[in-house]
């Protein structure tokens, strides 16, 4: 997605509309795709912190031409006011990830999707560092 069809997708996103976003990149051009989700089983939302939703968190940067090497931050969690301006900021500082918003059964999804991404990656020929 070009930069200012991606600043206006973002500017449209309320925290209400979603459990969790997943920001890639789409294509070999550095497109980034950012898809919304609600999960199927939301189970009972952990109680926000004084400041926002407590989210769980993966991101990660896909390697350069140089090596064969992806970087994974570890997991975590974090208090988030805003999540779409924390996106922004991580897709501007070139991450990848997940943001899914902290539930009584969101655990079970983050560590599929955590497992998907490793597997995508092993698939593709490239390494943790």
Known sequence: MKREKLNKTLEQLTEDDFDGLMFFNSDKNGDISIEPFTYVDPGVKVEPGAMGNIYDIIIFRLPNEEGKKWIREDRFEAVLVHPVTYMKRMI???????????????DDFIDDVEEQIRNSFEKLGLNHE
């Not at 991450?95 to 009584?104: D, E, P, R, V, Y």
């Open 92 to 106: 501007h500082e070139g991450w990848l990830g997940i943001l899914g918003k902290k539930t009584s059964t969101s």
